[in-house]
């Protein structure tokens, strides 16, 4: 028979910490921290298997389910010494959400189950506090109210209007100040907007409050913000939340009693020392959600309650003990006795996953194997340690201009210079319109409703509320720059309008954050390189002095270990080689040749006017010696590392001016007619230039380009090698799908290099291969393979063929496709990661088909993908021999490499 | 030992008839008539492996070969009595191509090897002839220099320049009047010729004489004209020729002598009786080049020559009985005795195609299975009788009206109205700039250089020539309309002037031509529909009047009882359906919505500008009674057969105009403003239409067009049976490349199923299934199989996408790809022939992944190709259950479908 129902409680539960499938992470762990003796309330959690029952059976329970709770129950009441629904001695329960993947802030939950007016009475004599007993009773109408009678975002925010009526009343401002007797008037409201907004009545049976805010918590498993955080971090819909009834204690008894929210380590730079947010005499989410500010526990817990701090951190420790891991808590002090009401692995930053990775091996706690994992550090977060920061000059510089405003809590480290914008609406809104656009989201404090606005901000700005507040947390996750808790600013998020000290700012404005000080400042500063780049690219800084560079090296080396698959880059230029080397790239996969034609723009034009082979090869007689002095640039910073360049392959009609003045400007230069050039443009004019003339069929259509590239490419390679510097040049035939496309340009690839090598009487080891970016390519790869020696999947490319989708243009639909309350078609973009099971079918294909005519043969991939943690991994499985990514992306390819190779 | 020389002669060979791959079709079937005791000059044949040898290796030749060919030779020598180079008594040789399939005049020949000036007064002595000595002698000079020697095609034309001034100087105009005094100037100007233009002596020595001619028809397999003519009838590069050395014979020795082309039936509509030219006193290409007028075998060699008239008859009924064919010989009559030069399967119009097919069945000759193959039927020439003829009451009045110019030879039935073009360069450019062009190449005569430029014209009208001229010959094998010999008209194809009866037509002025009676017009006639169509499709002539009808149907009939396939018909319109169903429809594969809403424009745009859902909703209701009508019209029209529904594909800009004027009157017909329509069709614009926002994609962002057109299709259906007639619509979703995308769509077209079937109280059959027109529908068939009720192979955007590769953007290069002389990457048009290695391999793992999760799955095809023959086959190969394609296509279909089955 099916068990659906864990219970927890006295010491002793029936679940573990590695039942996370089943009880959700929340599950998990009350019942791991009850069996390791931590103070935890008594409960039951009710597993993942009935929200896929659920789902599955049109939001119907499984009809064991109700006889499994009731015993639960009964065991609570006795763990607890209460009755739930007793008239005299009533137990009240917590319902919350809890999935596998812990989801902050996404899904409902309702405290306080079990009050009505009889069991609320008899809460208060118990209690002895009439205040307390009416404050629970109203949290529990206004949650109940909102979650399960759906009156969240209603437009008449009834609740909100009670609460705020009622301090206007009584004339104060914070919500514990209200008295009894406002409190009387709110619960009277409060049950009266219910009947009014829902036509029903507040349900006094507390079985009945249970039972339909368990409906509400496995119902809001599919509720919008839930499916997009989802979305973003890859859960599949499939998992399914558990749903936790706990007995309550309470926080909101007294000055004796707190709530909060601790996270072991510090979660923005990974600093040890417990940090985070409480409030004395509150509830639940009070904390979190910013309706009071809070207070910080390295700061005042130690000395407002000296006994519960010191338990806390003990805690705090043996639970970082257990799990081997920087731990994010939440706690309830009732009548100065800790409760534990949650732990887990804390979010971090990228700055703070590397510090606790590579401290908790200095303590001995995890293996170097543990900290490079993805579960440590995911491999894109790195990214946030090679961000600029803020020059330190210019920040002075501007402080002296006045420009400081104000200082918050650093919750985000980093540095983003942005425009104004004042609701997460806009702000997605206008990255939409412009996907360059730096926005710094700036708000009162932000909510999950927010997300898809935080996401769309470059930093977050928030007055209120600590580092454990949703912004805070939010921000830590998606490696934002973030301030949290500014209390000077004064925000309108209706007008725009931000006052702060005096100042008034409006949306649209330029405003810079520090997210290591928590200064804000006025108008733009401009950056300098991160500590890392500081060290390994501008060697400004010598390694001994950055400990981010020490930690950073720690995790590369530890990485480079085990990692199989090797890293190349995707550079044009010597300094972009030169600083990928740094990065640790271990060659070019990709050069693009179009810049150098870019370059040279006039001499490109000219070859594209000219209307027979002599007139081009003149003009590209032209830009030979430009692109040989490229490429011995690039071949000589490379240093014998292997270099592949690809030919030329933009369409022509992308070097000619598209307006007007551009054309006449060409007419002048060239000496030609204004109606010349512009014939010519319409003659290039091309309805798909994604399947027109580009490529290899560019050099099949005029030989003498490739054989002027070839040349540049040979000449430049004799010339390093003479010199003394080993060259290893792989010829890149691009966009080839038929064989014989290959072999027509690999002929005249090979025939200039005997060519070169007789005229200078050196050989150079080279490579000719080719670009698999078409379908056709994949499914004929063995016939390709038998004469090209190495395949480079252009995915990009690969991608939009075999979707059939260009990347120019699926703005009105991809939007559409990703979200899962809409057409739910795709995961993720797949121009951001494979499409593994089309795409990457393809791939595996290629592989296959291209080793099976030529064992061994060398494939790499040189798509935007190849710097996705997520693809790399995939690169790994099927056996790509190298990843190519821009320099920038090299470290995260070189993680993931190894988390793929060490298979977590 | 590799034995690469075949002897033939005394009645004896050491080849047959079905080693053609080895001798070529000329040298088996030299060496099969040697076997059955006709009379042919002995001579032996050098196998293609030589050819394929002399590829291989530079050049060269087998080291085993000039052995062999000397111990051949002193059998010829044997068997004629004479010796190859004796000064007495010379043996003189032809060197003639021959490949596995028939090339007409693709590649050289050079006669009278073994003359010099010893020889040539030799057979002066000999033959009692000096004029026939040194016309021989002459001829041999003349096509050494031009095709061993290289100057074919030399911009002075030297022998044509010296032949014209021996003309001139003598006063006679045809080559058969020059006396023995102009011959002898003839002989010494070309050899001073030669040596002039090439710098070397023409070789006395007759064994250098032969082996460079041997050298040379090696070479001239790869010779311009010969690519071309392989692509076009897709014969590999891989066979190679063979080379056959004959004894000469001469048909050049007086009066008793003559030489000729014969077909034993007629080429051009198969009329049983031997048709063809000869001409009096003449070599070799005299006949087939149009330098003196031929006389009419049927016509004039049975007085001409009695006894040598009915040998002819005779070995042509010989030759049909034992080849069980057509044949199309050439032979030689030497002093009143025949000999057999070549005979080979005759070349025919798909009318000849069709009578001798069913004439030989009806003769007892071949079988049903025989008279449908490929061999007897290429099906792509089935369109033939199918195409429109003159109108006779329209050509009657031309009559009248003083258009009709001149009279020809028939030589390829049909009509053709077009535009005069004299040159074939002009009409290639002239097809290239416009692909609908009409264009009549009217021209002195044709020679193998002028292969492109007919193949652009649509009708080819000769002044000099008879049906076995190049241009008849051609003509039959292309399925061109033509007319040769139309001596009245005088054509300078410099000035691009027609001079006929005193009238001057000029390049560019309309010209019509009936192929079936040689008739000439000057403008346009207008055409009506063939006798099958008349029969079929308009039922204005009844069936039994019609012979051609009569034996259409038996070719249909017998196809019928052998093939697989299913065929259906793309059709968007009653009318079409219903023609479809008279050639033999079996239902409708695709019909494109499109014009559906392109015949509702205002109610379209409308659509498109609206701004919420409910606006949509608005302006698609109005389309919904029109979209019920056309689709009912349908279903009536094909009566229970299935009909295949593809929803809205085309990207929504498609449906806006694109130019100003057109944006004023949408504004003003809309009530909007001009700059609302403006915005709106800029914010449409996409980079790549192709892989943009269409097919599914639209259903997707707006699923209310989905709902509109799937409650059409339902009312339409019910409708429909309801009035007593069987319908079964397939509902196919366009574009999908996800399962989610396509089950997205199929939700929304059952629930409307279901609300249609409630509402009429009616339910209707029905299947939902898909196109796969994108790699990535093929790569995860098994996927989308789970949910498609059926598949339908959508190749045309499959090409574009596998290949990468726009139809409307491969105009640059697809010249260079399909050119065997240039990149030679593609054997034909992809988007006319499935590229089976790389679509087919995709439509391969699309039926396979498809049916392994859906065993039976039914699956076709609605790409162009699905009328395209060898797709058809290979359709058959993989295991489709349908090919749907145009009406006019259905009968080409049927027979290919038949072909595929027998597989031959």
Redesign the interface.
Known sequence: MAKYVYFFGNGKADGKADMKNLLGGKGANLAEMTNIGLPVPAGFTISTEVCTYFYAHDRKYPPELKAEVEAAMRKVEEAMGTKFGDPKNPLLVACRSGARDSMPGMMDTVLNIGLNDTTVAALAKLSGNERFALDSFRRLLLMYGEVVMGLKGHKDHPFDHILETAKEKQGVKLDNELNVESLRWIVEQSKAAIKKYTGKEFPTDPHEQMWNAIGAVFGSWMNDRACVYRRQYAIPDEWGTACNIVAMVFGNMGDDCATGVALTRDGSLGTPGMTGDYLINAQGEDVVNGSRPTKRIEETLGQDMPKAYKELVDVGHKLEQHYRNMQDIEFTISRNKLYMLQTRNAKRTGFAAVRVATDLVEEGLISKEDAISSRFIPAGDLSQLLQPVFDLEAKKAADKAGKMLTKGIPAGPGAATGKIVCSPQKAEQMKQADPNAALILVREETTPEDLRGMKAALGILTAVGGVSSHAALVSRQMGKVCIVGAGEMDIDHHTGIVKVKGLTLKEGDDLAIDGFTGEVFAGRIATKPSEVVQVLIKQELAPEKSAWYRRFKLIMDWADQHRKLNVRTNADLPDQAAEAIAFGAEGIGLCRTEHMFFDHIAEMREMIMATDTAEREKALAKMLPHQRNDFAGLFKAMAGRPVTIRLLDPPLHEFLPQNKAGQEEMARILGKSVAEITRRVEELH????????R?C?LG??YPEITAMQARAIFEAAVQVQKSGVKVLPEVMIP?A??K??FT?QEKIVRQMADKVFAETGTKVEYLVGTMI????AC??AD?IAAAAEFFSFGTN?LT???????R???G??IS??TDPK?????AADPFATI?Q???G??MKMGVEKGRQARPGLKIGICGEHGGDPDSVKFCHKIGLNYVSCSPFRVPIARLAAAQAALGK
């Open positions: 091309e309805s798909n230039p994604m399947l027109g003339h490529g069929r099949i259509v966009l799908g038929f014989k496309e027509n970016e078409v379908p056709r499914v004929t016939e490319d939009q063929t075999t979707l059939g989708m260009s120019d243009d699926y009105p639909f559409a496709y809409k057409a739910d078609v795709l499409d099971d089309g795409v079918g393809l």
